[in-house]
Nanobody, 126 residues
Framework: QVQLVESGGGSVQSGGSLRLSCQASGFTYSLYCMGWFRQAPGEGREGVAIISSGGVTSYADSVKGRFTISQDKAKKSHFLQMNSLNPDDTAIYYC????????????????????WGQGTQVTVSS
């Protein structure tokens, strides 16, 4: 049974930084996509950043240059370093993962992901 557990959310002032972590268990795929999505109140869930098993990354335009996704493959963990946060970044952040049978590119489309964490709240005040 695959489980994803997020940590690292919290409250920060505008311009501040936070680092989110996602720990996967029961996830045995050697080819995969993992990523971070967020959902603000009254909004749909949007892709923020993804990383492939090969280390290829992709970001939403709104976070490029401010957020960095990384992974520790040995620990089956991935991370989201968020810098220069602003109130528009306030949302529940979810980590997600999908296993691949063959190599293909990863997307920011939430419908492509099979496994989800419970979410962690990030609140940025002005």
């Amino acid at each position: 049974q695959v489980q994803l557990v997020e940590s690292g959310g919290g409250s920060v002032q505008s311009g501040g930084s936070l680092r989110l972590s996602c720990q996967a268990s029961g996830f045995t795929y050697s080819l995969y996509c993992m990523g971070w999505f967020r959902q603000a109140p009254g909004e749909g869930r949007e892709g923020v950043a993804i990383i492939s098993s090969g280390g290829v990354t992709s970001y939403a335009d709104s976070v490029k240059g401010r957020f960095t996704i990384s992974q520790d493959k040995a620990k089956k963990s991935h991370f989201l370093q968020m810098n220069s946060l602003n109130p528009d970044d306030t949302a529940i952040y979810y980590c997600a993962a999908v296993g691949r049978i063959y190599l293909r590119s990863c997307s920011l489309n939430k419908n492509d992901y099979d496994y989800w964490g419970q979410g962690t709240q990030v609140t940025v005040s002005s």
